[in-house]
């Protein structure tokens, strides 16, 4: 017998951004206060990258171009933007410590880029439903791509990068990752990897939970106001034109959040619920997204 969520056979493709939407806890590591701790707990405190505001200046907003695109991983550019000027004396006494220093930072980040609890019953629900497909898509560096497999194998789930769909079970979550496609969620390339990597799944209807960048951490130039709008805009324009049926996209802004998680929890329950009725096909208030 046929769920409700299997009453109406069209496929449906549910994409859930990752840093920001569905992993809250890598904005939480990037705050001021948490970041400064890490750069001293990692050691890259020792080499003057002490401040949260040097770090986003000198390592991050700089390279993000590059390590987005899967140019080069994250703890390589970190290295190198450090010790940059360095004298060849200096390198040889210090760089095996700053590639450990950098290692150790990059770790941390990503293993504490945990999926919100909140979440969890409604992934479960999606994979498990026949007409559905999951994607988890983010602009990330290239060393993200197995860590969001691992936090989504803790919830016993399989996910796997987009280059596996064809060979994987459908029962799984695909990870497209900027990284791995060589471009950002704002380019056609990006969707269009991604409509061809899914095959047939991609002949329905298209839901997209994004954030946008709006939820990074202050410092973060990929959250700046205008960058987030413009980022939005670009996608469903993208969308509309990649996919041919009906696309709706979800915003996921969070509110001022800090000291005050049920308001973020009450936000992703919010959000399955409209996803949940919108699988199942009775939500009135669905609208094809276009600028």
Same mark, same amino acid.
């Given at each position: ?134 994607? $988890? #898509?983010? &602009?990330? +560096? ?11 194998? =803790?919830?016993? @789930?399989? !996910? ?56 990074? $951490? #202050?410092? &973060?130039? +990929? ?11 670009? =996608?469903?324009? @993208?969308? !509309? ?51």
């Amino acid at each position: 017998m046929k769920t409700s969520w299997e009453a109406e056979e069209e496929s449906l493709l549910v994409v859930f951004d990752y840093s920001g939407t569905l992993s809250l806890d890598a904005v939480a590591f990037a705050r001021p206060a948490s970041l400064a701790g890490e750069l001293y707990r990692s050691g890259l405190a020792d080499f003057g990258v002490a401040a949260p505001e040097t770090f986003w200046n000198r390592i991050v907003n700089p390279t993000w171009e590059e390590g987005s695109l899967g140019v080069a991983p994250y703890c390589r550019l970190i290295v190198r933007e450090v010790c940059a000027g360095w004298s060849e004396e200096r390198r040889k006494t210090s760089l095996a410590s700053l590639e450990r220093a950098a290692a150790m930072f990059v770790t941390r980040y990503l293993a504490s880029s945990l999926i919100h609890p909140a979440w969890h019953h409604l992934l479960r629900g999606l994979v498990e439903e026949s007409r559905v497909t999951v994607v $988890a #898509a983010t &602009d990330h +560096y290239a060393e993200a791509t197995t860590a969001i497999g691992h936090h989504f194998k =803790t919830m016993r @789930i399989e !996910a796997r990068p987009l280059s596996a769909a064809k060979t994987a079970s459908e029962r799984n979550v695909y990870i497209a990752n900027s990284a791995d496609l060589a471009y950002r969620k704002d380019q056609d390339g990006f969707w269009r990897c991604l409509r061809q990597g899914i095959g047939g799944a991609a002949g329905g209807e298209v839901l997209l939970i994004d954030d946008f960048g709006a939820n990074e $951490a #202050a410092g &973060d130039d +990929y959250g700046r106001r205008e960058k987030v709008a413009e980022r939005q805009r670009r =996608t469903a324009t @993208i969308l !509309a034109k990649v996919f041919p049926g009906r696309v709706t996209i979800l915003p996921f802004v969070l509110p001022d959040t800090e000291g005050r998680p049920e308001e973020t929890t009450s936000l992703i329950e919010a959000v399955s619920n409209r996803i949940f009725s919108i699988v199942a096909g009775s939500d009135p208030s669905r609208q094809l997204e276009r600028p």
